[in-house]
């Protein structure tokens, strides 16, 4: 099944947000504290691992020129925000003021990166899923420590993981034949250096509009083919 990864990674997220939003309050604070700050340096190391696969600089330069530039003029993060702050009306009410931050902050880990591009991508390929297996792991731990402490709203963000990595394992059969390997692989390493803001923002060490970036992604699609003829 060409979406089978996009399931299973989906049923991660839900497990590990209701497992930590229910079972979570039995670590201690400092525990949650010090294990997230944990998995944000390995979130930080992912994102540089990722980045560092660039073969054209330049590619990932202008990707994210021409990618925010999008992101900045549209307010992506605005409206991204927007839409969780109804889903916390619709479904935490006003007791938990967490829910916008656990989805925001799980959605664009879960969603944004090279795992989750690279990992559709071969399930709608070549139905290999292994890419797609790791990645539910490492989403499961993220997603447990992170509803622990912000509470359910981590868990939503099943939801537009499924829709964004379905669909992209759908296309993938049609759309990436037609993509060269340096295409995938500055897809990859943007994507990873959002992963890394993301990181970042979790230690709290910046307040990057992950968001308002992430257009970024999908600029090589362009800018490499350009590139070459030139």
């Known amino acids: 099944m060409v979406i089978w990864g996009a399931i299973v990674n989906a049923l991660s997220v839900l497990l590990g947000g209701w497992l930590g939003s229910s079972m979570g309050h039995l670590l ?79 959605t664009l880990f879960v969603a944004v990166g090279a795992m989750a591009i690279i ?43 499924f829709v964004y990595e379905a669909a992209l394992a759908i296309l993938a059969s049609f759309v990436a034949p037609f993509l060269a390997t340096e295409v995938t692989t500055e897809i990859g390493a943007v994507g990873s250096l959002l992963i890394m803001g993301l990181g970042f923002n979790l230690m709290q060490v910046t307040d990057i509009k992950v968001m308002n970036i992430a257009p970024s992604m999908f600029m090589p699609i362009l800018i490499l083919p350009i590139l070459t003829m030139f």
Do not use: C, W
Request: hydrophobic share 50%; aromatic share 10%.
């Open 119 to 161: 990992g559709s991508l071969q399930s709608g390929l070549s139905l290999d899923h292994s890419t797609m297996y790791a990645k539910s792991i490492l989403d499961f731990v993220f997603i447990f420590v992170l509803s622990s402490t912000l509470g359910i709203g981590a868990a939503f963000s099943a939801v537009p993981l």
């Open 28 to 106: 201690l604070e400092r525990t949650r504290k010090g294990i997230m700050t944990a998995i944000s340096l390995a979130i930080v190391f992912i994102g540089v691992q990722g980045a560092l696969e660039t073969e054209n600089l330049i590619v990932m330069i202008l990707s994210l020129v021409f990618g925010t530039l999008i992101g900045e003029s549209l307010d992506f993060e605005g409206k991204f925000n927007h839409f969780a702050h109804q889903l916390q009306e619709r479904f935490a009410g006003d007791g938990e003021s967490t829910f916008q931050e656990a989805f925001v902050s799980s």
